[in-house]
């Protein structure tokens, strides 16, 4: 998925948030629901994530310096794993908390229709975020499934938000039903009971991104159609007779490194190996602009090794600083 896009998408989702936070406050001050205020809460961290992925988004776009040759680009996946433990201790937390208070020291919901029109708002506004999200992810997934889709992808906003919407429909649908078991049956527990369920949707929710996002921080390989690609445009330059992927591993989602190791024809001198190396950079770089950095490692041939003075000492200065 684009920069673009995934801003696009973080936009949507931060406006939406921040209107169900303010609509779910007043809701729950006016009806004293707990599970109203434990989705206003979720909402409150979820408009707080998005300005963090905004942050993050806006530090991995800075070019490299001195102090950071390889660019800020893991700002990103830093930033998505903190959103991550916020959604887990705050979001999932606070309802969980929240929650036990309530079913152990049940009050009424005062009100129990203003739940059900603010819910109803609410599910309007997150469901327009939701379906953006959706529709933008759905486009950059292409023929794999959803969950491949996730495990592969290294955009983390992309299904951040895809998966903070989908967990706050499903929280809205609780505090429905806690509102009405609560109403209905004069039972304020369920309200308590609807706001520990919130609570474990946000857990499960957390600690799938978190997963996710560990992954990419550590660092990740480009996917398989890159490697190939970089692999057969690289076979595909004069004077370069083999061609293997040592490593390539992601920065962020459009910044990847890749390192090649790669055999010489036998009667190229070191001009030459300099050259072929250009005119492989600069077609990687024209073909995949997302590949930042490519290192060499020239690899000698058997019949290289025979011959001492040549080819493999070259090799070892080519590749120092």
Do not use: C
């Not at 948030?17 to 406050?25: C, E, H, I, R």
């Not at 794999?144 to 592969?152: D, H, L, N």
């Not at 009667?267 to 300099?274: C, G, K, R, V």
């Amino acid at each position: 998925m684009a920069a673009s896009q995934s801003k696009t998408v973080v936009y949507a989702a931060a406006a939406g948030n921040l209107l169900v936070a303010l609509t779910k406050f007043v809701a729950a001050w006016l009806t004293g629901s707990s599970a109203m205020l434990s989705e206003a809460i979720h909402s409150v961290v979820d408009t707080g994530n998005q300005l963090l992925l905004l942050y993050g988004m806006r530090q991995a776009a800075r070019p490299p310096d001195a102090s950071h040759p390889l660019g800020y680009g893991r700002e990103l996946y830093f930033w998505s794993f903190i959103v991550a433990l916020l959604l887990f201790t705050l979001g999932a937390g606070v309802a969980f908390y929240e929650g036990v208070q309530h079913v152990l020291h049940p009050t009424g919901i005062v009100s129990a229709h203003v739940n059900y029109i603010v819910i109803g708002f609410a599910m309007v506004f997150e469901g327009a975020s939701w379906f953006i999200a959706l529709r933008e992810f759905r486009r950059a997934k292409g023929g794999v499934g959803y969950i491949e889709a996730v495990i592969r992808s290294k955009d983390p906003p992309a299904f951040i938000v895809l998966f903070e919407d989908s967990a706050a429909l499903i929280g809205l649908v609780l505090a429905a039903l806690g509102t009405f078991a609560s109403d209905y049956f004069g039972r304020p527990e369920f309200d308590g009971a609807a706001s520990i369920g919130i609570a474990l949707v946000l857990g499960v929710t957390a600690l799938t991104l978190a997963r996710e996002s560990k992954g990419l921080l550590i660092g990740e390989p480009a996917s398989p159609l890159l490697r190939d690609a970089i692999l057969t445009t690289a076979r595909e330059i004069d004077g370069i007779v083999s061609a293997h992927i040592a490593f390539t591993v992601h920065m962020a989602p459009d910044q990847v490194i890749a390192a090649l190791s790669l055999e010489f024809r036998d009667d190229l001198e070191t001009p030459d190996i300099e050259q072929a190396i250009d005119k492989l950079e600069r077609a990687i770089h024209d073909s995949h602009p997302e590949v930042i950095a490519i290192f060499v490692k020239p690899q000698a041939s058997a019949s290289q090794l025979t011959l001492p003075g040549r080819f493999p000492g070259r090799a070892r200065r080519l590749n120092k600083p």
